[in-house]
């Protein structure tokens, strides 16, 4: 019996093993584990919206899933992919039960929160790729488990903590990228026994301290990325043993030292050296003249001296060379000798040695280097001779800087041929002759500075050509004639014109009137005379107007006092003989009056500007009066004039003819005129009119506290409270920083810098900045703005939808398109720094009482040095931009650099927004059709069903429900615009300035 018990006891056994290791029951069972893990995973990856990818079918297997793919043999999980999604979901730590994957890449999700210590259980992974993400938190000490990985990419998010020191352990580790983090501390001196390691970067980041010694021992090591950190001290000697060195960035640290003279046979292979914005000293390395395969080279801003070799025509793959910012040169003739060299160099798109010590002749043979060069940095040396004609064969040039050196002679003709010109610098040197009229051959040329020097004759008329000029500045020279007719008025898009110090005669010219962006204007110290023509009234957004020292007469033109955005005002030394206009108190924003030197009288106003003697200059004026004490000016006289005393004599003689009448009607006009005066209150003067030091108590106060009865929004960084100051007469708005937040220090600085220097009708004027304490003692950050009564854009889209009393018209939605182009306009052509705001979206639009559009929220922009092309130190990656998902530009989601481009993309959205009512993010767009296609398929014979249907209310023709034709090609252009803006390639864009065309033509052909 027990042997029988036994037989049958073994054969169930082998029954039930048998029925366990069958391949088809053993796959029933991992099945299960991996899907129910993989289901929690995508719950937690996509925040539970059911329609967002992965579309998992579960009626399929789960190896036949969108992004998971199973090993044949245990039909396991191995690989998880997915990327460019927009799920903002988290990790779960169901992740941790997909035991046998092996690669892991979940770039570019948005996703936040932090990883999961689950993920040490997957001591199979090779491949762990985390990029472009939110997430938070330290690196989790559990994968110290998984040391099979060769891959760790966890760049582009918010990890903070230390470098680990385990990473020791991953022997088989080839890439370790950490950058753009928030990582702090050292590099740990344990990633020497990382002796496979080929790609270490771990640029922008909180690291400090020395570089170690051990990272030489790296044997292998083809990239190394240390820039934008804290790093200080010698560099290491030991980096210098890296002999497989391909990449090699230690830019933007405070590093000392000095270069090895032998860099071709240290690092023979090198494709990149970048050491810019350091301390480095030392004589250029002549030896990298043997480096042939090197692309580019950044040793700028350092302590370099010395001459520049002559051999550097050698490297023939050349791309960048900058060696600004050191102390090349040595003032005489033959220090740019290495420029015949460098000619053979025919892929050299950067050529940048500005500010330096180079002196000798320009050479002729400057027309020999390849059309790919599109900037040429010059500036700040000693350079003499002649402007060779020869550059006129640079025809690829954009950006050509010559400034601040000592060029003689007259401008060449040949300056003409460089067609493709955006900014063209010739300031500060002793160029003379006449300004060439090739230059009206620039037509794309947005900014031209030719001031301090000794030019001679009339200003060109065929400026008129160059419609894309956008700053003119041609001061401190010696032209003479009229400012010509015909002219300006064709440069529409102009922000600043400075002619002053010259010898220009005549009168200004009526045709600034269509000078509708104009901020900028100084006319001072010229010959000029007339009347300040009633033309300028038109130009609305001026900021700074210089009139002084001319012959001009006449009256203060009331005019002046339209201009609501003035801040300077200069008419002194000229021939003015009227009262001051009293509502010049009005202009609240205006910080600077000088009237000095003129034939002004009577009473010196007390408000606004004239509260503060330190911003008002009326010296020389000799029958003014009144004013507050500080003018030291005589009081006004009670006694009246010999003309009011007639005056009084036939009133006397009318009132004793008709005194009764007269009395009844006096006593009345006192009465009507006391109850006037009553109601208008005199003008507070403006924030910007008195010292900027609002307390947190002031904005505490302003806002009840911080009350949410005040709230109006709240954003990324803060919240956005309404409030009203003391000795301010407009509401305020006071965007309190939410410091806890990453970035939003970040934000507060850069905000404050980018508003702080901006000037434009159509961007959100800041007022103060504030960085104090609380009562709590604790940090306080708030920018305060002008209130803005109609809310934002987003708002009138979307929380109105479907009231007829709220919904903007079609006109409305194309002027404030045009409202948002001209300041895109302005900011992606300033004088030094190009502003791309990057967070281009409806909510930061913002609309006053007469619904003109003002750009805000400036939190994410970037500053970039040059209109034109700039150098790969000035590009901003976009990586650091995180912006708003929906208006997000793709090349920013690949890691392009941040452009003005980017910009466009967003507005385009923004277009097809307002016409469609619909946001990028709305459910009807999937994967495959998004706002910008579905827009595209339907233009132009099915326009009508993608508009918001409001839009088509008041053109319906006799009840029948047709659309007029004129209005549906608006529609249609209006979409075309949006969609061009929007397209997928940065260069297949529109241009801003087309768009500005394009929609003023759109509101010429409204009803």
Not at 359 to 371: A, K, Q, R, V
Not at 383 to 403: C, D, E, F, S
Not at 489 to 496: S, T
Not at 736 to 753: I, Y
């Amino acid at each position: 019996m027990r042997i029988l018990m036994s037989c049958f006891l073994f054969f169930a056994i082998q029954v039930l093993v048998y029925y366990m290791l069958s391949p088809t029951n053993a796959l029933s069972l991992t099945s299960y584990t991996d899907k129910l893990s993989l289901l929690a995973l995508k719950e937690k990856l996509t925040n539970g919206v059911p329609d967002s990818l992965p579309s998992w079918n579960e009626s399929q297997h789960f190896c036949d899933w969108q992004g998971v793919t199973c090993g044949h043999r245990h039909m396991r999980v191995t690989v998880l992919h997915f990327e460019n999604q927009t799920w903002g979901g988290t990790l779960g730590p169901s992740l941790g039960n997909l035991t046998f994957l092996r690669i892991l890449k979940l770039q570019n999700l948005a996703l936040h929160g932090e990883i999961p210590a689950q993920i040490g259980r997957l001591k199979r992974l090779q491949i762990l790729n985390l990029r472009n993400n939110k997430l938070q938190g330290e690196i989790p000490k559990e994968l110290t488990n998984c040391t099979n990985i060769n891959v760790f990419d966890l760049r582009e998010n918010h990890l903070k903590g230390r470098v680990p020191t385990w990473f020791r352990s991953m022997k088989q580790l080839i890439t370790l990228a950490l950058e753009k983090n928030n990582l702090v501390g050292t590099i740990p001196s344990s990633l020497q026994n990382v002796s496979s390691l080929q790609w270490l970067a771990l640029t922008e980041n909180h690291l400090e301290g020395t570089i170690p010694y051990s990272i030489g021992k790296l044997s292998s090591l083809k990239l190394l990325y240390l820039a934008l950190n804290n790093f200080s001290g010698e560099i290491p000697h030991s980096l210098y043993n890296l002999s497989n060195i391909l990449y090699f960035d230690l830019g933007e640290n405070d590093l000392f030292g000095s270069l090895p003279s032998n860099l071709n046979l240290i690092f023979p292979n090198l494709v990149e050296f970048l050491v810019g914005d350091n301390h480095i000293t030392g004589n250029f390395p002549t030896s990298i003249s043997n480096l042939t395969d090197l692309e580019r080279i950044d040793i700028g801003e350092n302590s370099f001296n010395g001459p520049i070799p002559n051999t550097l025509g050698r490297l023939n793959k050349l791309e960048i060379f900058s060696i600004g910012y050191n102390n090349f040169g040595s003032g005489r003739a033959h220090d740019l000798d290495f420029l015949s060299s460098l000619s053979n160099c025919t892929k050299l798109s950067i050529l940048d040695f500005q500010v330096n010590r180079f002196g000798g002749e320009f050479p002729d043979l400057i027309g020999n280097f390849s059309t790919n060069l599109i900037r040429l940095v010059m500036q700040v040396n000693q350079i003499y001779g002649v402007i060779p004609k020869r550059i006129g064969q640079l025809t690829g040039l954009t950006y050509l800087n010559l400034a601040n050196n000592l060029f003689e002679g007259t401008i060449p003709d040949s300056i003409g041929n460089l067609t493709n010109l955006i900014r063209l610098s010739l300031q500060e040197n002793q160029l003379s002759g006449n300004i060439p009229t090739s230059i009206g051959n620039l037509a794309v040329l947005s900014e031209f500075y030719l001031a301090d020097n000794k030019l001679e004759g009339r200003i060109p008329f065929t400026l008129r050509y160059c419609t894309q000029m956008q700053k003119l500045d041609i001061c401190d020279n010696k032209l003479s004639g009229e400012i010509p007719n015909q002219t300006f008025g064709y440069l529409e898009g102009l922000i600043n014109l400075f002619l002053y110090n010259n010898s220009l005669t005549g009168l200004i010219p009526s045709e600034f009137s269509n000078l509708k962006h104009l901020s900028q204007l100084y006319l001072h110290s010229n010959k000029l005379s007339g009347e300040i023509p009633n033309a300028l009234a038109s130009c609305l957004s001026l900021t700074d107007l210089g009139l002084g020292r001319n012959f001009l007469h006449g009256s203060i033109p009331l005019f002046l006092t339209s201009l609501k955005s003035l801040e300077v005002l200069d008419i002194s030394y000229n021939n003015f003989s009227s009262t001051i206009p009293f509502q010049l108190e009005n202009l609240t924003f205006l910080n600077y009056l000088d009237l000095s030197f003129n034939n002004l009288y009577g009473e010196v106003p007390k408000e606004g500007v004239f509260s503060n003697a330190t911003t008002v200059s009326l010296i020389g004026n000799k029958n003014l009066c009144g004013g507050i004490s500080e003018l030291k000016l005589p009081p006004c006289l009670k006694t009246p004039s010999k003309k009011q005393k007639r005056s009084q004599k036939k009133k006397l003689i009318i009132v004793s003819v008709f005194s009764g009448i007269l009395i009844s009607f006096i006593a009345f006009m006192i009465v009507h005129f006391l109850t006037r005066k009553s109601k208008k209150l005199p003008s507070s003067p403006s924030l910007l009119n008195r010292p900027l030091r609002v307390t947190y108590g002031e904005l505490h106060e302003a806002t009840n506290g911080f009350s949410s009865a005040n709230l109006v929004g709240t954003g990324s960084f803060g919240s956005v409270y309404k409030g009203s100051l003391l000795n301010f007469e407009r509401p305020i708005a006071v965007k309190v920083l939410n410091l806890e937040t990453r970035g939003a220090v970040k934000s507060f600085v850069a905000e404050c810098k980018a508003l702080g220097k901006m000037k434009h009708r159509n961007l959100v004027k800041i007022l103060t900045c504030c960085s104090s304490v609380d009562y709590n003692g604790e940090d306080f950050k708030a920018i305060v703005f002008e209130f803005m009564s109609n809310g934002s854009l987003e708002k009138l889209l979307h929380d109105n939808e479907g009231s007829e009393n709220h919904s903007l018209s079609l006109l409305q939605r194309v002027d404030i398109a045009l409202d948002v182009a001209h300041a895109l306009d302005y900011l992606h052509h300033d004088e030094d720094q190009v502003v791309v705001h990057c967070d281009i979206k409806p909510s930061n639009v913002l609309l006053d009482e007469d619904i003109v559009a003002h750009l805000g929220d400036f939190g994410l922009a970037r500053l970039i040095h040059g209109a034109a092309e700039h150098s790969s130190k000035d590009q901003v990656s976009s990586s650091t931009i995180k912006g708003t998902i929906g208006y997000l530009p793709p090349e920013y989601g690949a890691g392009g650099p941040v452009s003005s481009q980017g910009d466009i993309y967003s507005y385009g959205i923004l277009l097809l927004e307002m016409l469609t009512g619909k946001r990028p993010i709305d459910n009807m767009f999937c994967e495959n059709v998004s706002l910008h296609q579905f827009c595209k398929m339907k233009i132009p014979e099915q326009i009508l069903e993608v508009v918001d249907q409001r839009l088509l209310e008041p053109f319906v023709e006799d009840q029948t429900g047709i659309v007029e034709n004129k209005v549906r090609k608006c529609l249609v252009m209006f979409t075309q615009i949006g969609v061009a803006c929007s397209e997928e390639f940065p260069n297949q864009r529109m241009l801003i300035k087309d768009v500005i065309v394009r929609l003023n033509e759109i509101k010429s052909r409204l009803p």
